[in-house]
Every structure is written in C-alpha cells, then in structure tokens.
C-alpha cells in the first residue's frame, strides 16, 4: 500500500472553508449554528459525499461520514475534530482534524486499501463554549457525559434554549437517542494543532499526546457596594473590583503554586457594574477556567481558590459566590492506540514526542465510550484561537500522513 496526502487539495479546502466566516480574513468566526455554521456544514458534507461517504446527523447535529468496510457489523474506527470557531479565531483549530481525517480516507481510497472495519469521520457539534457557555456538547451528549435532560437546561445569550436552537435550523431528533451504544467505536483518534510552542520550539513535526487536561469552569459573583468616587472614603469602601483583582491573582497564584508546570489557570471573563469612572464598582462577575492533568491536584488548586475567596470576602466587607460550572476529569490516552501513532511515525520515518495537551478537546469525552488518543502538528508560535493560527502545508501533510497509517493499521 503507497500512501500519498494530496497536500495541494486538502491546503485548498482548508483555505475554502475560512472563507465560511461571519468574520474578515484572515479571522474566522463560526458560532455553532448560525447562518454560516449551517453554510460550512453543508459544504463539509457535499466533499464527504464526493468520496463516496455516506453521511448522517444525529439530533444536536454531529456528522459521521462513513466509509463502510467488509466487515460492518463490526465496531467502526473514528477519527475527526470540529470546524465551529471563536469569534475572531483562526482557521486551523479543529479544521485540520476534520479535513485532514476526511483526506486521510480519501488517501486510502487511492491507495487501494479495503478496510475490515468501517471508518468514520466525526464532525462533532460546538466543541467551542462560545454559544451555551459549556464547550463539546456533541461529544459530551455522544459519550453520555451531558444528559439529554441538562442539555434541555443550556440557554443562549438571547434566552433561546437548545431545543428552540435546533428547531430553528431542522434539527428535530430525539436527545436521547444521541448516546453512542456500547461497542460503537473500536478506536477513535484526533489530529489537532498542538496549540501551544512546544513541537516548534524544539523542532519535532509529530506529537503523539499520551493525556489530555481537563477544565474545571467557575462563574463568580463578587457584589460590594455603589457610591461616589469622591464621596465615599476609602476607609468605608466596599469595591467589588478591588476584591475581584485580589482574587484573580489568587486565582493566578493557585495555578503557579500548584508544584507542576501542567497546572493552569485563567480569568477570561470580567464584568463590572455600573461601569462608570466615577462610580465605585458595586458588582463584578468573574469567570475562571482550572485545568490539570492531575485530577487530584487542580481539585487542590480549586480548595485554594476558595479559601482565598473567603478570605477575601471579610476582609473587603463583600459576598462571593462561587458556582461550578463543569469539571471533568482528565483522561489517559489508550496506550495500544498510542503505540499505534508511535509505529506510523516510525514507518514515515518521522520523529515525534509524547506529550500531554493541556487544552482539551472532544476526545476527552470521546475517551469515556471508547479507547481514544491524539495526534499534534505544530503551530507557528503555539498561536491558536486568534486570527494569526498557522500550521504549515508541511506539517499538515505529515499529520495526514500519520493518521491515514494509523486508520489503516485500525481498521484491518
């Protein structure tokens, strides 16, 4: 079997769908089921039919485009990623997973490669948290991790509920039957930009992820009290933004105390009311994201966070209410399957390094029905989620190049 990636058709795809954008080039902005998302999915399907895939969404609009192999009763081998974006995000993050599996197929179609197994690429649903505020609902509802029931409960900035969204755009399945049965994948691996330095930084094309990170996502409340920038004195002030920046650097501080490099945290959210240079800040809401290989350690870092908070609260005289939003625990990739990436690196006679990603991605969840594991190329600078994400030609081709061996090796 001669494996070739047409690299010039899947760097011309890749370049094509950036062009599905609520945003100006070079940004993407693809929110999960708006007008444009609706226009990429039905573009990413009519390439997946080109090539003889047949193709299905289950009812939160995830998209399997099968290859059927001899043996179809058979669990299938997965691979995929996701193609919504963040506003004003890149065109590689979760786009090289899904065009890069769907040339991965088409590469062993040429070759003449006949899979026992079938093959399946997954596009899976609003990986990004940009639209319900809780990212990889498709996985999560896949896997089981989110229930039909607390999906029902997600709500948009406009109030509109998961089952009002789907409605809208035709999606009209039953949420229970979203659960992938038992058995249904026999593997399932993702190719990603590493989203981070380390693969450029010491000049290594392949990164075969061994364990994936997992967040835990705080929403916090910090209410003081209003008044005059000139008429209340320091002394009888209660700013709920001094207490909010105290405790972001608290926040900060639990992360870089924590005794590992793998322990991060983040607050990417601040609001503060009434928002005027002259008024004192009476109410500030936070959002925080903690994350860690190490399940017991960021629950450490959590107690840290807390006790700060508390602290904080009597000092300044204010309320802080903390409520958890999420917090799933990390995952081991499967160790056959990463010796599987591992032995496709060799035959390409490519070096590679196993490594943990830190963000997480829908194979976290996938990891909870199946034995899951990841692959990395770089990315220029470690760059991701903003407009300057690059990933080269090269280095994209070299990821297909794996993935289609390791499928191969999978699904005989």
């Not at 997973?97 to 769907?102: H, I, S």
């Not at 035959?347 to 390094?353: E, G, P, S, W």
Request: charged letters at 25%.
């Amino acid at each position: 079997m001669r494996l070739e990636v047409d690299g010039t058709r899947l760097v011309s795809e890749i370049e094509a769908l950036a062009t599905i954008s609520d945003a100006e080039p070079p940004a993407v902005t693809r929110i999960v089921f708006s007008p444009t998302d609706l226009k990429a999915r039905g573009w990413l399907k009519a390439r997946c039919e080109e090539c003889g895939l047949v193709v299905r969404d289950d009812a939160i609009g995830n998209v399997f485009a099968r290859w059927t192999g001899s043996d179809p009763a058979a669990p299938a081998i997965g691979t995929g990623s996701h193609i919504d974006a963040i506003p004003n995000a890149g065109k590689y993050d979760g786009v090289v997973g899904v065009l890069g599996g769907l040339e991965a197929i088409r590469a062993l179609q040429r070759s003449g490669f006949r899979p026992r197994r079938s093959i399946e690429l997954l596009m899976f649903t609003s990986e990004e948290p940009t639209r319900f505020g809780i990212g990889c609902i498709g996985s999560r509802m896949l896997s089981g991790t989110l229930s039909a029931k607390d999906a029902r409960r997600l709500k948009d900035k406009d109030g509109a509920s998961i089952d009002e969204v789907r409605a809208k755009v035709g999606l009209d399945g039953d949420l229970e039957a979203i659960k992938l049965r038992d058995g249904y994948y026999e593997a399932f691996v993702e190719l990603h930009i590493e989203q981070g330095p380390q693969l450029e930084s010491e000049r290594i094309p392949i990164g075969v992820v061994t364990g994936i990170a997992a967040p835990a996502s705080l929403r916090i409340l910090i209410e003081g009290s209003s008044g005059h920038a000139g008429g209340v004195l320091m002394a009888d002030r209660r700013d709920a933004l001094c207490a909010a920046a105290e405790l972001i650097l608290a926040v900060e501080n639990a992360a870089r105390s924590s005794g590992a490099r793998d322990t991060v945290a983040t607050v990417g959210i601040c609001e503060v009311f009434p928002g005027a240079v002259n008024s004192i800040p009476s109410r500030v809401h936070l959002s925080a994201d903690i994350r860690d290989t190490d399940l017991k350690r960021r629950d450490r870092a959590m107690e840290q966070i807390e006790i700060a908070s508390e602290s904080i609260a009597e000092e300044r005289k204010v309320s802080i209410q903390t409520e958890l939003v999420n917090a799933d625990a990390p995952a081991e990739c499967a160790p056959a399957l990463v010796e599987a990436l591992a032995e496709a690196c060799r035959k390409q006679q490519l070096k590679f390094l196993p490594m943990v990603s830190r963000a997480y991605h829908d194979s976290l969840f996938m990891s909870r029905i199946a034995p899951t594991a990841m692959l990395f190329i770089p990315c220029r600078n470690g760059y991701s989620h903003r407009p300057d994400e690059y990933a080269s030609p090269e280095d994209i081709v070299r990821g297909t190049l794996v993935l289609a061996e390791t499928l191969a090796s999978l699904a005989k």
